[in-house]
């Protein structure tokens, strides 16, 4: 394990200003971000053609059976953008609920217009789509719905990437202008939307938070960070109700964790049937679900109990498939000689599912250190995901060798015709020949010697739960030469996980999601010889954190352990 501080100057400095330093905010933007409440959303108007849309809207809305029609977007951003718009068009709007269609994508990972679903899009009665989150670049299939008089709102932040607009398209894109708005997401931009047309979001301010979170928005926007102190203090919705019932007060961590990560695998993963029951329950849609439990009894649940508990079993089954196509993609890459490369272009022929391709593809990145791209052959092209270390979709579409590049700046989708994918390993094999995959240095933010970490940090560092999202990492902290005994660390089960844990210097140390292997490194039972312990010298990676009782505790990510020269009597 190797490691070095961000900041090598934090002489006569407190632990939390060193921490402030390493992310580049002062005390004052703290107390603003933590702080930060409906006082600080933006004018929905600096979003460019928000005024010509919200008038426009206002106008249809008003005709005597209008068809109103919504598209699903696969991703958390996408499900709670519609969630929204479906439930304000419903409660606040009084739109009739026998004219609102919703469309769902009819494969994992589909996006926008250019999908099957767009056949039915056609097809339909529908007078007026609202789009969120998806749909700006689709400049072709928006000529086609106008072309049969379907009308269309699209509220996105995808980048634009044509230098024309569809006229009559009312494209509502916190990217085309660059201000304080631009930061949101597309659940965002959709609430931004519904204050502009003068409506309260306060009902749905928990939906923005999740949906934001899970796209990875930038917290030290105080907007963004507005929206999110509102929302996970006010939790209204059903759903997100339930995924936190176990939890006082809900962090962006917990949305990470315990929210969007479950949501995220139904999306990506579930079925029809189990993507029904997402929309359902996010939704507020009444109903219940029926189970066996361990006793072989029926059992009911609410819609929303039992999308919990089917999310985290398709997560399991995600997990399984996840480590199973890993295996797969990394014999793939040694067989076909491909970590020589600067980036990495695997062909799935029958690899793995189109689904997981992204998530695997992040996952490599662990090991490589570099540009994965997963593809898939599709008629004259290969199209898939990419992942990277690095900001790499700019530098993909400039090579020139690609049909497009869509999505953000380290994940994002592709697209290129067979023939090239010799040219773009040449390519990047020219244009990154400077680029070292080295392995992985951790970045931290203080380096602690055993004896000199007390409880009293740890306490500090946790109570700043709240602050810690995208662009505002969490700190990491190294605690070195801890000298213990191997019969000291005990592992058990801890709810529906197993623990390594130890406590040295009034500080208890914690390895969750800890298998018996993991266990037996920390302890280094290969070295045990003879007796029931030895004494180790262990070196521990570590996250500050409380749990729901206010116990204090830090979290190992990572650690070395060896076995200590001195004599253990």
């Keep these: 394990m190797k490691y070095k501080l961000i900041n090598e100057d934090i002489k006569n400095k407190n632990l939390l200003d060193i921490v402030y330093e390493n992310r580049n905010i002062t005390k004052d933007m703290v107390e603003k971000l933590l702080g930060a409440n409906s006082e600080d ?118 980048m634009y990437e044509h230098d024309e607009f569809v006229e009559g398209v009312h494209l509502v894109n916190n990217q085309l202008e660059k201000n304080e708005s631009s930061c949101l997401s597309g659940v965002g931009v959709v609430g931004q939307f519904i204050r502009a047309c003068g409506y309260s979001i306060d009902k749905y301010s928990d939906l923005i938070a999740v949906g934001l979170v899970a796209d990875s928005m930038d917290m030290t926007n105080v907007q963004n960070k507005a929206y999110v102190n509102e929302g996970l203090s006010n939790l209204n919705n059903d759903l997100i109700k339930e995924f936190f019932k176990e ?52 059992q009911q649940q609410t819609l929303q109990e039992g999308f919990k508990r089917i999310a985290q079993n398709v997560k399991n089954r995600q997990n ?9 993609v990394e014999e793939y890459i040694y067989k076909n000689k491909l970590e020589k490369n600067k980036v990495i272009i695997v062909v799935n022929d029958n690899l793995l599912e189109h689904s ?90 203080y380096i ?27 700190p990491t902290f190294i605690v070195k030469n801890i000298s213990i005994e191997s019969i000291k660390i005990t592992h058990k089960k801890e709810g529906f996980c197993y623990v390594t844990q130890f406590t040295y210097n009034g500080v208890c140390f914690k390895k969750v999601f800890s298998s018996q292997k993991v266990f ?26 409380k749990n729901e009782k206010g116990f204090y505790y830090a979290e190992i990510q990572d650690f070395n352990s060896n076995k200590s020269n001195k004599v253990v009597f």
């Design 247 to 298: 939890i006082k007060e809900p962090t962006m961590t917990n949305v990470s964790w315990d929210c969007a990560n479950f949501m995220n695998s139904v999306i990506r993963y579930g079925n029809k049937e189990e993507k029904g029951l997402l929309w359902k329950a996010i939704t507020n849609q009444e109903g219940t679900v029926e189970y066996k439990n361990k006793k072989g009894e029926i």
């Design 41 to 158: 959303y933006r004018s929905p108007f600096e979003i460019k053609n928000m005024e010509s849309a919200v008038t426009f809207f206002q106008k249809v809305i008003k005709k005597e059976g209008l068809v109103v029609g919504i598209l699903v977007d696969e991703d958390v951003d996408g499900f709670t953008s519609s969630a929204v718009l479906y439930q304000w068009l419903i409660e606040d709007v009084k739109h009739p609920l026998e004219n609102i269609r919703v469309f769902t994508q009819k494969k994992a990972k589909a996006h926008g217009l250019k999908s099957e679903v767009f056949k039915d899009m056609l097809n339909s009665n529908v007078d007026l789509f609202i789009i969120a989150d998806s749909s700006s670049n689709d400049i072709e299939e928006q000529k086609q719905l106008l072309s049969l008089n379907k009308q269309l709102i699209i509220l996105d932040h995808h």
């Design 320 to 328: 399984s498939a996840i480590k199973r196509a890993v295996k797969k």
């Design 356 to 445: 997981l391709t992204g998530i695997v593809a992040q996952k490599l990145i662990g090991s490589y250190k570099r540009p994965i791209m997963i593809v898939n052959p599709y008629k004259n092209e290969y199209s898939g995901s990419v992942r990277s270390p690095f900001d790499f979709k700019d530098m993909l579409d400039e090579s020139g060798l690609v049909t497009f590049a869509q999505g953000h700046n380290q994940a994002f989708g592709t697209s290129f015709p067979k023939e090239n994918i010799d040219e773009l390993t040449k390519y990047f094999n020219i244009k990154l020949k400077d680029y070292s995959a080295e392995e992985n240095i951790y970045d931290v933010d």
């Design 520 to 545: 037996e490194e920390i302890t280094r039972t290969d070295l045990l010889k003879f007796g029931r312990s030895q004494l180790l010298d262990i070196c521990v990676l570590v996250k500050f954190k």
């Design 448 to 474: 602690f010697k055993s004896k000199e970490l007390k409880l009293g940090d740890v306490k500090e560092i946790a109570n700043m739960c709240k602050l810690w999202g995208k662009n505002l990492e969490e």
